[in-house]
């Protein structure tokens, strides 16, 4: 008996590069999926679903989404149940909402690992604000402290300890990988960071930890999502 084509594993894997910037910027994460589902169905794409009671798309995200956080190299990836040319998924992306934009779309051999996991940090970049006496020297002063710091305490977020609650210290250093400075501008007080930050399973670094860990009163202006770091970069982030 012939396995019929809603049993049989997809035929095609796509990896996409994607940014989000306004006014796309508070769009949940679920609802980027469902959008991504919707273009490429418009587009009449065979596009893979899951064999569970509720099938669901086969579209996955490397790494979970922040909301309102601008992003600039993020990686989703599509299965399809035939194949589809390159011209076919940069149609679909014309239909993708406003302020979601394709980057670049690359075929993926099945065999290679899932993106998501070989994510291991993401890089950011960080416009931060301080008082009148801010200084290149005194900010990176503050960042050769930080990275020679054993540990940075801070407080865990939720979902981050064993219980509900919000309470309890964390070790923010290990989430650090590198900070820089890139810009500093001492008559506006303002100053632009790069940071790498650990997001696997084992934790997430944010902005705001950056800053907050910085000896210096700072506070964050704006923060992007430059692009994500693997473990073996996929073809499509390479």
């Known amino acids: 008996m012939t396995e019929s084509t809603s049993d049989a594993l997809p035929r095609q894997r796509w990896q996409l590069l994607f940014s989000r910037t306004h006014p796309a910027l508070r769009m949940r994460q679920a609802d980027l999926v469902a959008e991504f589902e919707r273009a490429l169905r ?9 064999r569970a009671l509720k099938p669901r798309p086969r579209i996955k995200l490397a790494a979970n989404l922040p909301v309102g ?4 190299g993020e990686v989703v990836e599509v299965y399809f149940d035939d194949l589809v040319p390159i011209d076919r998924i940069e149609a679909a992306a014309t239909r993708f909402p406003e302020g979601v934009e394709l980057r670049a779309a690359k075929e993926v051999w099945h ?4 993106a998501a996991s070989q994510l291991r940090a993401a890089e950011y970049e960080i416009e ?5 006496g801010l200084t290149s020297d005194d900010l990176r002063g503050a960042i050769v402290r930080l990275l020679g710091a054993d540990e940075l305490p801070g407080l865990r977020r939720r979902g981050e300890s064993e219980r509900r609650s919000d309470a309890g210290d964390r070790d923010l250093r290990p989430l650090i990988e590198d900070v820089e400075v890139l810009h500093v501008d001492p008559e ?5 960071l790069r940071t790498v ?7 997430a670094g944010r902005p705001e930890d950056v800053v907050n860990a910085l000896d210096l009163k700072l506070r964050v ?8 770091l693997f473990v073996d970069t996929p073809p499509i982030a390479r």
Request: no cysteine; proline share 5%; hydrophobic share 40%.
């Open 188 to 192: 506006a007080h303002r100053a632009r």
């Open 42 to 50: 418009e587009e009449g794409l065979p596009l893979a679903y899951t």
């Open 221 to 228: 202006l704006s923060a992007v999502r430059t692009r994500l």
């Open 69 to 72: 956080l601008e992003l600039r």
């Open 111 to 114: 065999g290679f690992p899932s």
């Open 128 to 132: 931060v604000g301080g008082d009148a």
């Open 197 to 203: 930050l650990r997001l696997d399973a084992t934790g």
